[in-house]
C-alpha cells in the first residue's frame, strides 16, 4: 500500500479493552423481521440499535451511499457488544488521519475494517458447508452455515432490494498479505520501506469512464487505478500482494539489511563513465539480497519441500542451460532448506492471508547460490566476440561437433571457435565476458579443443598461447593484464583431449560490469607456435576454443 500500514486490528482490540461497554447481545437485539427484498441494505442497518457503531463508521467513511446504492452487496455487521464505541472511534479516527494523505482505496481503516466486513452481489449460506468468499479489499474469508471468519451469525439474516444483510458477534479481524505484513512488523522497516519505493498506482484508461476532451487531451469523469509494484512484480517475480496466490518469504531483518547491504555494495562498484551508475549502485545491492527469498506455493509442492525449495528467481533443470548456461548451476534452489544452516532453519513461521512470512534468526542465503555466479563466453557466439586482429588472423569460424566425432559430449553446445592466422604472423582474438562483479575473486579457465574434434584425420598436435586480460578502473580507462593473467605466460594445450587450461586464479576485478550491454572485462588469446615450429610437427598454429569461464573463487 502507498502508505505506511497501522495494525488496525491490535489499535482496535486496545480501544476495546477500555472501553465500559460489556452489555450482551442477548440484552439489546431486537429480532425485528425486515420482509424480504423491501428497503435497502442501508434501512435494514438503521432498523436494528445493535449495528449502529458499524451504521456510524460506514457514515463517516462514506460507504452509507453504495449501501443505498442500486449495487448489490452482502454485509456482515458486528454488534455493538463487541464492535464498541472505542473500537468504532478508532476506526473513524485512522479513516480521518489518513484521508487527506491517500486515496481511499489505501486508506486502512476502509481496507482493513469496511471492506472487510462486505461482499459484492448477493450470497446465501444457507447451504454451505464451508466456502470462502472474496471481499471488496480482496481478502477471501472463511463462511459456514452458521459463521463468517469463524465468528458466529446472531439472528437470521436480512433480504433487501440491494443485497443481503448478516449479523456476527465478533469483527473479523483484518488478515495482512505477506506484502503488507512487512509494513507491520518493526523489525522489517529496512526491506519494506525499499520496496515501497516503487509502488505506483497505474492509470487504465480501458477501465476508465472517459468525459469531456479539452485542449486536445481526454478528462475522465471516474478514473480507475491499478496497483503495481516493480519489485514484487519485475524483479523478485513474486505479486505479494496477491490474494490469490501463495507465497513465502525470507525478509532479511532490519539487523540483517544493515550487515548485508555494506558488503554486497562492494560488489556493485561501476566505473565513473558509466551512465545511471548511481542508481545501479544504490539498487542491485538491495536487489541481489532480495533475490531468492520469495517462494511460490504453486510451484513447492509441501510434500517435497523439505528436500528442496525453488525461489521465484530460480529456474527449473530443463531451462537451466539457456540461463545459467550450465545444467548443473542451480542458482536459487535450495536443497534441505530446513536443515542446519538451511534458508528455512532457524526461521519462525508466522502465518498470512496468502502465505507466510518465515522471520529469520540467523541470514543462511548463500552469495555463491543466488547473486554471486559463474560468467561463461561460449566462443562461437557472435556475441562473445570483441575483436580478431585482422591483419593476422582470418574471420573466426564456427565448427559444429557431429554427434559421431569422440569428443561430441565433452564440448559444451557440441560447438567451439576456430582462430586460424592469415600468413606466418600469429592469430590473435579477443573475447569478452559481462556480468563481471567488482571485487570478486575469479578463477579464470579457457576451455582448448583438440584438432581432432574438428576433423578425425587431423594430427594431434599441441598448440601455445598467451592470455591477455582488459577491464576497466574506476575512472572508466582501460587496464590490461593482472597479477595471474600475464602477457608473457605461455600456456600448452595436450593436442589429444579436451583442455581445461586456468590462466588466472583468484583475479579481482576492481569494477562491475553487471548488466551493462557494453562488456568491459575482455580476455585477449594470441597463438604463439612459430611457423617453424607448424612446419617442423611440433604445434598447431590454429586454436580451437570452446568456452572461457570465470568462476567465483569461493574460500581463501
Not at 526491506?191 to 492509470?203: A, C, G, K, L, P
Not at 469531456?212 to 469523469?221: C, F, K, P
Not at 617453424?532 to 568456452?547: A, C, H, S
Request: contains cysteine; glycine residues 4%; charged residues 20%.
Amino acid at each position: 500500500m502507498k502508505y505506511n500500514k497501522l495494525l488496525i486490528a491490535s489499535s482496535l482490540l486496545l480501544a476495546g479493552m477500555a472501553s465500559s461497554c460489556s452489555d450482551s447481545w442477548d440484552d439489546h437485539y431486537d429480532s425485528a423481521s425486515y420482509p424480504a427484498g423491501e428497503g435497502s441494505l442501508w434501512e435494514a442497518l438503521s432498523d436494528n440499535d445493535n449495528l449502529s457503531n458499524f451504521r456510524a463508521v460506514m457514515t463517516a467513511t462514506g460507504f452509507q451511499a453504495q449501501l443505498e446504492s442500486s449495487q448489490v452487496y452482502t454485509v456482515f455487521a458486528p454488534v455493538n457488544s463487541s464492535f464498541t464505541d472505542a473500537r468504532r472511534d478508532s476506526v473513524i479516527a485512522l479513516y480521518e488521519a489518513q484521508k487527506k494523505l491517500v486515496k481511499d482505496k489505501y486508506n486502512d481503516a476502509i481496507v482493513e475494517f469496511v471492506q472487510n466486513h462486505i461482499k459484492l452481489y448477493n450470497y446465501s449460506v444457507s447451504a454451505v458447508s464451508y466456502d470462502s468468499l472474496e471481499m471488496l479489499n480482496g481478502k477471501h474469508i472463511p463462511v459456514t452455515a452458521t459463521t463468517f471468519a469463524g465468528h458466529n451469525f446472531v439472528g437470521t439474516q436480512t433480504h433487501t432490494k440491494n443485497g443481503t444483510l448478516y449479523v456476527l458477534d465478533a469483527m473479523a479481524v483484518y488478515e495482512p498479505n505477506v506484502y503488507e505484513f512487512l509494513s507491520r512488523d518493526a523489525d522489517f522497516d529496512s526491506v519494506s520501506h525499499y520496496i515501497e519505493e516503487f509502488s505506483i498506482d497505474r492509470f487504465v484508461a480501458s477501465k476508465s469512464v472517459p468525459g469531456e476532451i479539452i485542449d486536445g487531451r481526454q478528462h475522465y469523469l471516474d478514473s480507475v487505478t491499478v496497483f503495481e509494484n516493480q519489485i514484487l512484480y519485475g524483479w523478485l517475480d513474486a505479486d505479494l500482494n496477491d490474494e490469490d496466490s501463495l507465497y513465502w518469504m525470507v525478509p532479511p531483518t532490519n539487523e540483517m539489511w544493515a550487515e548485508q547491504i555494506p558488503v554486497l555494495e562492494q560488489y556493485y562498484q561501476y566505473d565513473e563513465t558509466v551512465q545511471g551508475r548511481d542508481s545501479m549502485m544504490y539498487n542491485w545491492p538491495r536487489l541481489s539480497l532480495l533475490w531468492g527469498t520469495a517462494f511460490s506455493q504453486t510451484v513447492n509442492a509441501n510434500f517435497n519441500i523439505q528436500d528442496s525449495v525453488l525461489s521465484t528467481n530460480g529456474v527449473p533443470f530443463r531451462w537451466r542451460k539457456s540461463y545459467w548456461g550450465s545444467y548443473d548451476l542451480s542458482y536459487y534452489q535450495y536443497y534441505r532448506p530446513y536443515d542446519e544452516g538451511g534458508v528455512f532453519d532457524g526461521t519462525t513461521e508466522i502465518p498470512c492471508s496468502n502465505g507466510r512470512i518465515l522471520k529469520p534468526s540467523v541470514w543462511n542465503f548463500d552469495p555463491y547460490q543466488t547473486y554471486i555466479r559463474k560468467s561463461t563466453a561460449e566462443c562461437e557466439n557472435l556475441s562473445s566476440l570483441d575483436s580478431v586482429k585482422t591483419q593476422t588472423t582470418l574471420t573466426l569460424s564456427r565448427v559444429s561437433v557431429p554427434v559421431e566425432n569422440p569428443f561430441y559430449k565433452d564440448i559444451s553446445n557440441h560447438a567451439f571457435a576456430v582462430v586460424s592466422p592469415k600468413g606466418s604472423v600469429n592469430a590473435e582474438a579477443v573475447f569478452q565476458l559481462y556480468n563481471i562483479l567488482s571485487n570478486v575473486k575469479y578463477d579464470i579457465d579457457v576451455i582448448v579443443v583438440p584438432p581432432m574434434a574438428e576433423d578425425t584425420t587431423y594430427k594431434a598436435l599441441p598448440t601455445k598461447f598467451k592470455a591477455e586480460l582488459h577491464y576497466h578502473n574506476a575512472k572508466g580507462s582501460d587496464v590490461r593484464t593482472l597479477t595471474m593473467v600475464k602477457p608473457t605466460t605461455v600456456w600448452t594445450t595436450t593436442g589429444t583431449q579436451v583442455d581445461t587450461i586456468r590462466v588466472g586464479s583468484n583475479v579481482t576485478i576492481p569494477t562491475c560490469s553487471y548488466r551493462l550491454s557494453e562488456a568491459q572485462v575482455k580476455l585477449k588469446l594470441t597463438v604463439t607456435p612459430t611457423a617453424n615450429e607448424e612446419n617442423q610437427g611440433k604445434f598447431t598454429r590454429t586454436l580451437r576454443v570452446d568456452k572461457i569461464v570465470f568462476t567465483p573463487h569461493q574460500g581463501e
